[in-house]
């Protein structure tokens, strides 16, 4: 690295307001179809659009980090919120444990579909939830 990390380039840059761009599009293509009557589609299409939304929002603060001034964590930061972390992933924990339990007992092909959808929704919430607490062990966090 020549001591410009990749990220501050206006490529970089571009390809992320681009996706950015591309989650609208996303958002509007879910709206449209939240008009269906079917209960179904209409929890999947809101489903898939607070997604977009959480992306745009998560894209943003790429963007901002950049533009702005880089994300900074100080430890004092860090251990405020770690046992929040720890509570967090304990239910985010018991929560999976409940979902497998409730597909392991189900039959309906519906059911099971939203279930399978939530455990791995649950999953990814686990595993963030991880990372966040690996950077307790991060040597330079501000």
């Given at each position: 690295m020549e001591g410009r990390p990749?990220?501050?380039?206006?490529?970089?840059?571009?390809?992320i307001q681009h996706w950015q761009k591309l989650e609208d599009k996303a958002i509007g293509s879910a709206d449209s179809m939240l008009k269906t009557s079917n209960p179904?589609?209409?929890?999947i299409m809101e489903s898939l659009k607070h997604d977009s939304e959480k992306c745009k929002l998560i894209q943003q603060m790429i963007i901002d980090s950049i533009a702005k001034g880089a994300i900074?964590?100080?430890?004092?930061?860090?251990?405020?919120?770690?046992d929040m972390l720890n509570n967090h992933m304990e239910v985010?924990?018991?929560?999976?444990?409940?979902?497998?339990?409730?597909?392991?007992?189900?039959?309906?092909?519906?059911?099971?579909?939203?279930?399978?959808?939530?455990?791995?929704?649950?999953?990814?919430?686990?595993?963030?939830?991880?990372?966040l607490n690996d950077l307790?062990?991060?040597?330079?966090?501000?």
């Amino acid at each position: 690295m020549e001591g410009r990390p990749p990220e501050s380039s206006e490529e970089f840059l571009n390809l992320i307001q681009h996706w950015q761009k591309l989650e609208d599009k996303a958002i509007g293509s879910a709206d449209s179809m939240l008009k269906t009557s079917n209960p179904f589609f209409r929890v999947i299409m809101e489903s898939l659009k607070h997604d977009s939304e959480k992306c745009k929002l998560i894209q943003q603060m790429i963007i901002d980090s950049i533009a702005k001034g880089a994300i900074k964590i100080n430890p004092d930061e860090l251990k405020e919120i770690s046992d929040m972390l720890n509570n967090h992933m304990e239910v985010e924990a018991e929560s999976l444990r409940l979902a497998h339990t409730a597909l392991a007992k189900s039959e309906l092909v519906f059911t099971r579909f939203l279930l399978s959808y939530l455990i791995a929704d649950k999953d990814k919430h686990h595993d963030l939830i991880e990372r966040l607490n690996d950077l307790k062990g991060a040597t330079i966090l501000a």
